[in-house]
């Protein structure tokens, strides 16, 4: 069941950015052809917090539409149709009688503000874009720190067709406050919590933060990034190997596991789901020992149900190369794509492996 694939090791031989990424610039964020979740990464500004737990979600959110056969988008807040378009673009939601699974899901970002898609128009009026207008997404989220890059039909135009005007750093800011600054009357659909947020833009990318010093940073160009963390770019790369397009990436919630970071991403291969798991070691040898407890973590069960993992998320196959554990899985009978995010948000196997 386990091999060592040559294509992983040479995707993780290329330096930050490199695998399978836009002809433009490899460190930006792109939809189609040009999607990277590893170039995504070098989009995002390391929050420098070692001991913090940090996730990201990058996702070609325009490709997972078509994959999901999710039709034509909305291009109104206001279309009835929209709730019933989202779900099904991000395969969030659960089918009818007679209708076929989608088989990609797109975990949520937050800047996309997909709680209150209903208001979607609102959130547009307030910051000049909201998620109909997105292709693509990159998002680290690191509590209170949040930063996200987005392209699609965005870019300088549409902070000033929405009267927002940069300062001197190139930053815009709707709301009024510090960083971070939070006041329940100044909420609104774009601002639920009322603080304030940054954005810029730059061709047909707009990043938008909590943090006025990362947007500058990342107008400027020269920021340190994710990309310059190995064990995401190593799980990042893995994921791209597989063709995700969609990912979720989180450092390790499992201390005893071994591994520093795991990775998720969702793809499809002729019309069927699956999803890929990577984690991170810290040297070849623990890849080998994570390797045994991520087959034996498929063939126990959940920690929380009891039930049988291979019910809700079947394993196909165990790879190893270098320091890198992934895992090629599918839904079980029993489980849909989203399955493995909800094993992870659980704390269940196979995300805590309980020790090599």
């Known amino acids: 069941m386990r091999r060592t694939p040559a294509l992983v090791l040479a995707a993780l031989l290329l330096p930050a950015g490199l695998a399978a990424c836009s002809d433009d610039d490899p460190s930006e964020i792109a939809t ?33 539409a078509e994959a999901n056969e999710a039709g034509e988008r909305p291009t109104s807040g206001d279309d009835e149709d929209l709730g019933r378009w989202f779900l099904t673009a991000t395969g969030s939601g659960a089918p009818e009688d007679g209708e076929v699974l ?8 937050e800047v996309l503000g997909t709680q209150r898609l209903l208001s979607a128009g609102e959130i547009e009026e307030e910051l000049g874009w909201s998620v109909l207008d ?72 707009l990043a ?12 400027d160009g020269d920021p340190e990034t994710l990309a310059d963390r190995d064990d995401l770019r190593a799980v990042a790369a893995a994921l791209d190997d597989a063709d995700a397009l969609s990912a979720y990436i989180t450092t390790a919630l499992d201390d005893e596991g071994g591994h520093t970071a ?11 789901s699956r999803i890929t798991i990577a984690y991170a070691y810290g040297s070849e040898a623990d890849a080998e020992d994570g390797a045994d407890a991520v087959e034996a973590a498929f063939a126990g069960a959940s920690q929380q149900t009891g039930r049988p993992l291979a019910d809700l998320l079947a394993l196909d196959e165990v790879e190893v190369d270098g320091d890198v554990v992934v895992a090629h899985t599918r839904p079980g009978p029993e489980g849909r794509p989203q399955v493995a995010m909800a094993l992870l948000q659980q704390g269940s ?4 492996l309980g020790g090599g």
Do not use: H, K, N
Request: net charge negative.
């Open 134 to 205: 997105v292709d693509a997404v990159a998002e680290v989220l690191a509590p209170p720190f949040r930063f996200a890059v987005v392209t699609g039909d965005v870019g300088e135009d549409t902070l000033t067709d929405a009267g927002l005007e940069p300062d001197g750093d190139g930053v815009v800011s709707v709301g009024d406050g510090e960083d971070g600054e939070t006041d329940p009357d100044a909420a609104s659909a774009a601002r639920p919590i009322g603080a304030p947020v940054r954005m810029a833009a730059d061709g047909d990318r």
């Open 32 to 64: 189609g052809d040009g999607f990277s979740i590893e170039a995504a990464l070098a989009e995002l500004p390391d929050p420098d917090e070692d001991d913090l737990r940090l996730t990201v979600v990058v996702a070609d959110m325009a490709e997972a």
């Open 349 to 352: 196997a196979p995300f805590v």
């Open 102 to 109: 989608p088989p990609v899901f797109v975990p949520s970002a």
């Open 262 to 272: 795991v990775g998720i991403g969702w793809s499809v291969e002729d019309g069927e």
């Open 208 to 219: 938008a933060s909590s943090s006025t010093d990362a947007v500058a940073d990342w107008v």
